[in-house]
C-alpha cells in the first residue's frame, strides 16, 4: 500500500476490513486490523511514511482527505489516539527489534523466580515465623491478611527483636503491608527500577489470576546489568572519603545508559537519577558529620526543584536546603550547619553538579533555617505575593527530606497547604508558567536557537517540560496539594475540580513523550562522547518524533490558554 520514505500522504487511510502489516527493513513491527488507521504521522508531519505497509489479507480502507483527517486528529478524542500510536509504535519497535537480542533485562520477571512463595498464618507467632525461615531457608514469609499480602522479612524481625516485643504476638502486627506486587510478565529491568525507587528488596510475583507464584527479591537481580541502581548506591555508601562517594557516583551516566538500552520507562530513569544523587548527598552529609561532630540539633536535609520532584536528568544543577529542631542557639546551630553544607555542596559539584545560578542552595541562609523560620517564609511568600516570591516558592515548594532524623515534611507541607486560600500567590505562579512559550511558529516551523553553540537547535526542557513542570505546580498548589511530582499534581487538581481530566491528560502524554525525546537524545550523546544537554536537532531526528514533538507543543500552548482564561492574566 505504502512505501517507507514515499512522498508525504495527502489523506490517512482507516481500515474497513483486513489487515495492514507494518515493516521496517523487512521486520514486522505490527499488524494493524479493522478501524486503524494508516499515514497519520506522515499527513500531520508532511513527511514520508514511517514504515512500508503491506496488505496481509484483502483489505479496504476509507481514504479521508488531508482537511478533514487533520480536523479530526487535532480533536480531543484525536490527540489521545496519536499520542497513545506514538508510545505504542515505540513501545512495539523496541520490543520487536530487541527480540533477536537477547538481554536478561527483557526477560519476565516470573523467570527469576526461585521457589514458589512460603506463607505463614497472620495469627502464627513471631517465634513461629523466626523458626520458618529458618527451616525453609528463605529470608521472607508472605503473610496473606485483609485480603492482600503482608510480608516478614529478617528486618521486621531484627526491629521486633530490639524493640523486645513479645515473641509470643501474631505475626500480622509486624508484617509489611499493604505489599506491592509484580505481575509476571513484568521486565527485570523494569522490576529492579521499582525495587529501587520503593526501597525494598522483596517484590511478591503475582500471575494472571492475581495469586503469588513466588518472591523475587534484589539478589536475584542484581545481576541482570552490569551497572544496576543497587551496585552503584552500595559503592557510593560503602565510601570512606568524600573523593572516594564521588568516584563511585561518576559510573551514574554507564548505569543511565544501561537502563535506556533496557527500556526502561524515562520518568522512571529520572526518579533513579535523582535517587542516586540522595546516596551520594547522604554519604557527604554522613562523611561530614563524621569530621565536623555530632550535629548541634535533630536536622533534615531537603532536596528542592526537580531533584524534589525525582524528575532529573543527567544535567541538572543544584537545588537544596537544611532545616533543624529549635532547641539550640540559633548561632551555634547555624555556624555547624553551614560548615556541613559546604562540604555537600564542594562534594555534588566535583560529582559534577554545578552550584545554583540562583543560589537556592543549602549555603545560602535563605535555605538555611529553624524549622519553624523555614515554614514562616512559606507563609511570606503565600501571604505577601511579589515577582520575587513566586520565583522562591517556585523552588521551594517543591520539596523533600532526604536525609536526617527531623521529620521536617509534615510542617512544611501544612504551610504549603495554606495556598488554596491565597489566590494571590497563585495567579503569581500561574504568570510564572505563563513567562515562556513552547518554540513553535504557525504550528509547523519550529523556533530554535539562532546563535552560539546551540544554533539550529531545540531546547526541549525549557520550551516544553519546564512549562508544563510549572502548569503542574499552579495548578496544584491552588489545589492546596501537597504533591511534588508534575503528574501527581496534575491528578491532584483534576480531584479537586481546578482541572479538566482531558486536558490533565493530554499534558500528561506531552510530559511522559518530551521526557523520552530528552532522554533519548542525552544517551545518544553520550554514546557519541559528548556532554549531554538539553537541544535537539530537528532534522536530525525521525518524523515520529517530529510529529510528537509538534504535538506536545500544541498541547502546551491550549493548556496555557485555559491557565490564562482561568486566572484572568493577559498573555504577553
Known amino acids: 500500500m505504502l512505501r517507507r520514505d514515499d512522498a508525504p500522504l495527502k489523506a490517512l487511510f482507516v481500515i474497513r476490513s483486513g489487515a495492514v502489516e507494518l515493516q521496517v527493513d523487512n521486520i514486522v513491527l505490527a499488524v494493524l486490523h479493522e478501524g486503524e488507521c494508516i499515514g497519520q504521522f506522515s499527513l500531520l508531519a508532511h513527511e514520508a511514511p514511517l514504515a512500508t505497509c503491506v496488505t496481509r489479507e484483502d483489505t479496504s480502507c476509507y481514504l479521508l482527505p488531508e482537511a478533514i483527517a487533520s480536523e479530526v486528529l487535532d480533536s480531543d478524542a484525536g490527540r489521545s489516539y496519536l499520542y497513545g500510536m506514538m508510545r505504542w509504535v515505540f513501545g512495539a519497535a523496541g520490543d520487536r527489534l530487541l527480540a533477536d537480542h537477547p538481554d536478561a533485562r527483557l526477560q519476565p520477571v516470573e523467570s527469576f523466580v526461585r521457589r514458589a512463595p512460603v506463607t505463614i498464618s497472620p495469627g502464627a507467632s513471631i517465634a513461629d515465623a523466626a523458626t520458618k525461615m529458618t527451616d525453609e531457608h528463605v529470608s521472607s514469609l508472605l503473610v496473606p491478611m485483609r485480603g492482600g499480602w503482608g510480608i516478614v522479612t529478617d528486618r ?84 570512606k572519603s568524600p ?74 544543577d543544584q537545588d537544596h536546603a537544611m532545616t533543624w529542631a529549635e532547641n539550640v542557639p540559633r548561632d551555634k546551630a547555624d555556624a555547624y550547619f553551614s560548615a556541613l553544607a559546604e562540604r555537600v555542596v564542594d562534594g555534588l559539584e566535583d560529582f559534577g553538579i554545578p552550584r545554583c545560578t540562583g543560589n537556592a542552595m543549602a549555603i545560602n541562609p535563605e535555605f538555611r533555617r529553624p524549622l519553624a523560620e523555614a515554614a514562616g517564609r ?99 498548589l491552588r489545589a492546596g496539594s501537597p504533591a511534588k511530582g508534575t503528574l501527581a499534581r ?83
Open 378 to 476: 512559606f507563609r511570606v511568600w503565600i501571604e505577601e505575593p511579589s515577582f520575587a516570591h513566586s520565583v522562591a516558592s517556585s523552588v521551594g515548594f517543591d520539596f523533600r527530606q532526604v536525609a536526617g532524623q527531623l521529620e521536617a515534611e509534615p510542617t512544611l507541607n501544612s504551610a504549603v497547604r495554606e495556598t488554596r486560600d491565597n489566590p494571590g500567590l497563585a495567579r503569581l505562579l500561574a504568570r510564572r508558567a505563563l513567562d515562556s512559550r513552547p518554540p513553535t511558529a504557525l504550528l509547523r516551523d519550529f523556533v530554535v536557537e539562532r546563535g552560539g553553540v546551540h544554533a539550529g537547535r531545540l531546547d526541549v526542557k525549557h520550551g516544553g517540560i519546564t512549562i508544563i513542570t510549572n502548569l503542574g505546580r499552579a495548578w496544584g
Open 490 to 572: 496534575l491528578d491532584a487538581a483534576v480531584e479537586a475540580g481546578y482541572l479538566d481530566v482531558d486536558v490533565a491528560t493530554e499534558l500528561n502524554q506531552a510530559f511522559r513523550f518530551l521526557w523520552q525525546v530528552r532522554l533519548q537524545n542525552q544517551a545518544d550523546e553520550m554514546r557519541d562522547g559528548l556532554e549531554a544537554d538539553e537541544f535537539i536537532d530537528p532534522s536530525a531526528v525521525g518524523p515520529l518524533v517530529r510529529s510528537g514533538l509538534k504535538e506536545a507543543f500544541r498541547t502546551i500552548v491550549r493548556a496555557q490558554r485555559l491557565l490564562s482564561t482561568t486566572f484572568r492574566i493577559e498573555r504577553r
Open 156 to 239: 521486621e524481625l531484627r526491629a521486633a527483636t530490639a524493640s523486645r516485643r513479645s515473641h509470643d504476638l501474631p505475626v500480622d502486627q509486624i508484617a509489611s503491608f499493604p505489599l506491592r506486587t509484580l505481575p509476571s510478565s513484568t521486565t527485570a529491568a523494569d522490576a529492579l527500577i521499582q525495587m529501587f525507587t520503593a526501597n525494598a528488596r522483596h517484590f511478591p510475583v503475582v500471575g494472571a489470576d492475581g495469586e503469588a507464584i513466588g518472591v523475587v527479591t534484589d539478589t536475584d537481580l542484581i545481576g541482570v546489568g552490569r551497572h544496576t541502581p543497587f551496585a552503584l548506591r552500595s559503592s557510593i555508601q560503602r565510601a
Open 243 to 316: 573523593e572516594e562517594a564521588v568516584a563511585a557516583a561518576r559510573a551514574l551516566p554507564t548505569a543511565v545508559l544501561d537502563l535506556m538500552s533496557s527500556g526502561a520507562a524515562p520518568l522512571a530513569i529520572g526518579r533513579i537519577i535523582a535517587l542516586v544523587i540522595d546516596a551520594l548527598t547522604g554519604q557527604l552529609l554522613h562523611l561530614g558529620i563524621e569530621e565536623l561532630g555530632e550535629p548541634p540539633a535533630p536536622w533534615a536535609w531537603l532536596a528542592l526543584g526537580s531533584a524534589a520532584r525525582q524528575e532529573q536528568s543527567l544535567r541538572t
